[in-house]
């Protein structure tokens, strides 16, 4: 089941960290997987994005022209990419950020979530709005199980991140259950 995706938001919201986290679940379930990230020129609120491919199959580019579905952190980012979806994908949009009526398309499923609010509820941290996207987006899509997720956060995290593991499984749980 091919599937793709492109993440976007500001720099320092953690697009990377779930972008390869996403690549590492994939890699959990036996599946092909390629992961593109793409920085903006400043570091921390520069803009950032990255495109994951998964296929049972090979892929022949890590690159996404018209992606099938998007995780969209700030209005910049919704701007750029929402024009280029292709008709019937899914937008995970970051209602805390981007008011929902900016969205200019019908043609998709738009799936507004607080994540801040939910991240902080959830796991005590509005910094893992991140995750919560990721695990409305995998529950949604099923490109892989949310298991698989929480499960690769030993592979995705720096090691000295890793006392923050059951924090990020609560946020990514919260935010399966958010769209279920």
């Known amino acids: ?12 919201q953690g697009i990377m960290v779930i972008g390869n986290l996403l690549a590492y679940a994939a890699i959990r379930e036996d599946k092909n997987v390629t992961f593109l990230p793409s920085y ?25 022209g018209r992606p099938l579905s998007l995780i969209i952190m700030n209005r910049p980012s919704l701007v750029k990419f929402e024009p280029r979806m292709k ?19 019908r043609d998709i ?9 939910v991240a902080e509820k959830s796991a005590g941290n509005t910094r893992l709005a991140n995750m919560v996207a990721l695990g409305a987006y995998v529950a949604k899509t099923g ?13 995705a995290l720096n090691p000295k991140y890793h006392k923050m593991i059951p924090a990020n499984c609560k946020a990514i749980e919260a935010g399966a259950a958010a769209v279920a």
């Open 87 to 105: 008709p019937g994908g899914v937008l995970i949009l970051n209602r805390t950020l981007v008011d929902p009526e900016v969205s200019e398309r």
């Open 40 to 64: 903006g020129v400043e570091m921390r609120g520069g803009t950032a994005n990255c495109a994951v491919v998964i296929d049972e199959r090979d892929i022949g580019s890590p690159v996404v």
């Open 1 to 12: 089941m091919y599937n793709d995706v492109i993440m976007a938001g500001f720099g320092g």
């Open 143 to 155: 490109v892989v199980s949310v298991a698989a997720v929480t499960a690769a956060l030993v592979d």
């Open 109 to 117: 499923e738009l799936i507004p979530l607080d994540l801040n609010a």
